[in-house]
Every structure is written in structure tokens, then in C-alpha cells.
């Protein structure tokens, strides 16, 4: 492997370790709860030693070679996996297959078109809104089918900024459009997701998700949430009192630890209740004064928003959101996804 190759690659490991190790020691503890979900620090450290232990043999020159043959692995290969170390034709079978099936996603990715759009799901208003801080942003929400045909809804921030954020989600995109056409279950998905992510050496930080199978059927939510703000359930409840639920992660933010084993939960929905979807760039607006927008007035904002449709309520928190900041530019990508039960 020529050395140009092992010094970008090298490059990419530094600036994903760096990041990983700013992010493990600076980010306050409530932030870091959330994009963890059931996880540890512990887990972080077991990825930051994987980026030692690879960052040591980019050292030495040692990255990529083959533990069988002693000749470096393919070039794209190791971009895809920096751990890898075995060379393709030395592969059991079964490793071979599940490395084509990886190959054949990535060509499909390249392949896929980013198209979006609010789809007509029966009982169930929809709206969004979607605002980079810059002129490229890490911000993503999408919808589509799972393979029952159940409807999917997503929301993600890539946990960096700029074109490299931009360029990471339409990839990020493009993957959840192939993986939820053949899978039932929002957990399994972004199980695959961080499979094929962490090793990446274009993922320098990580992604945090909010993915959702909606049946109108059933009028059930199954979701898995990877590390995202939690999104809020408001049910206003006989006699005019009103109900608060929190859907907290279920598992960590994409490629931001090593094995993990993501859960799916179920919540039942009932006609009259909201549910809000957001980025960082929502709690985390700031006043002239620098206070934090915060999930309180969130809650407070949804109480005076029961009856109003969706395109309203993502209207109306632009314009709560616009007097709190007092017109001062966004210091990060905001994006609203409001679905309201109407049957």
C-alpha cells in the first residue's frame, strides 16, 4: 500500500480519536447521558483503545497487512474497515458473503437518490422544518416504508459541521433507505448502521438517531432511539390535565462505541397527541443573555400549543424559538418533526 494511502488514513484515525477523546472529557454529563443512552464511559474506552491500537500500526506501518498472507489488505477495504486484517480471498465463506452483501449496500448508496417528502399516513399530521447554521449542515429527517409496509420516520444529527457533516449524512441517508426496505424493527437497523459506520474512517465523530415505525393500524410507535435528544410525547388527558413522556435512548449515538446491542420500545398513541422531533440547535438556542433554550420550555411551549395543527406548532416554535434568540444567528443545525394524531 503506497504511503500517501497509510498517511491519510492515518490522518483520519488521529482527527476520529481526537475528536472521540474532546468528546468523552468535555461533554457535560446530562449531554453525554442522553447520546450514550444504556451505555458507559467504559464502552468510549473501549473504542478509543481500538483507534489506539490502530493509530499504533499506522505508526509502524503495520495497518491493513494480512495476518495470513503478510501483504496489505485492499486499499478501499480498509477505508471501509480500518480493523480489518485479513485479505478478501482469505476469508471463510461466510465472512466472504457478509463482506459482498457490505460492498453491494455501498454500491447501492452511491446509487441511491436523496429524495423527501411528507408522506399522507392515515390519523396521522405531519410537518417538518430543517435549518443548517451554515450553508451545509449535519441535520437529517426522513420518511419511509419498512418491508411490512408500516410507515418510518427519522430524525439525526451528525455530531460534526460543514461539508464533511453534509456529505456523511446524505451517505447516512442513502444507507436507511436500502436497510429499513428490509427489516421490520428500527433496532435492527441501526445495529447494521453502526456496523457499518464505526470502522468508516470518514465517520471522524459519530451520528445520534431517532428512528420510528409508525403503524396506523395499531396506532403504535416502535422506535429506537441511538443517542438522540429525546423527542416528546404531549397527551392532553380527560379534564384538561396534560401528560408529558420522554422517548430516552435506547442506545448508543452511531460510532460512538464498540459493540452494542440496540433495543427497540412500543408506545401506544392515542387521537389529540403530539410528537415533537428536534436537533440540538432547538434546547440548545441561546438568548442574548446566553441561557440554553432548554427542554423545560419546550414543555411549556407544547402546553400552549394542544390544538393547534402541525404546520402550526413547527411554525409557532420558529417564531418562540426567533424572540428567544432575539434574531441572533444559529449556532447549530435546528430541525422540527411534529406528527399529530388526528384520528
Known sequence: MNTRTLERIRGSLLEQ?????????NTPPHKKHIQ??????????????????ALAKAEDNTL????????????????????????????????KRRLESDLELSQKVQQALLPQQVPDIPGLELAAFSQPAHIVGGDYFDFFHFRDNTHGLVIADVVDKGMAASLLMASLQASLRILVAESDSPAEVAQRLNSLFIHNIRLTQFVTLFLGR???????????????NPP?????????????????????????VEEFQFKDNTIALCSG???LLYTDGV?????????????????????????????EIVRDLRRVLQDFTQGRPLTDDTTIVVGRLTA
Open 17 to 25: 480519536r481526537q475528536h472521540l477523546a474532546a468528546w468523552l472529557y
Open 64 to 95: 491493513g497487512l494480512c495476518e495470513v498472507c503478510h501483504d496489505y489488505v485492499e486499499a478501499s477495504r480498509l477505508e471501509m474497515d480500518y480493523t480489518a486484517c485479513v485479505c478478501i480471498d482469505h476469508l471463510a465463506d461466510e465472512e
Open 283 to 311: 434546547p440548545e438556542a441561546r438568548s442574548p443573555a446566553d441561557e440554553e433554550f432548554t427542554p423545560t420550555r419546550l414543555v411549556d411551549f407544547m402546553r400552549q400549543s394542544t390544538d393547534h395543527a402541525a404546520a
Open 232 to 256: 416528546l410525547v404531549y397527551r392532553t388527558q380527560p379534564g384538561g390535565s396534560d401528560h408529558i413522556q420522554w422517548l430516552q435512548p435506547t442506545g448508543a449515538a452511531i460510532g460512538l
Open 36 to 53: 450514550l443512552g444504556p451505555a458507559d464511559d467504559e464502552a468510549v474506552h473501549t473504542h478509543l483503545l481500538v483507534l489506539d491500537a
Open 273 to 275: 397527541d403530539t410528537l
Open 214 to 228: 409508525y403503524d396506523h393500524a395499531t396506532r403504535t410507535l416502535q422506535y429506537c432511539n441511538a443517542g438522540h
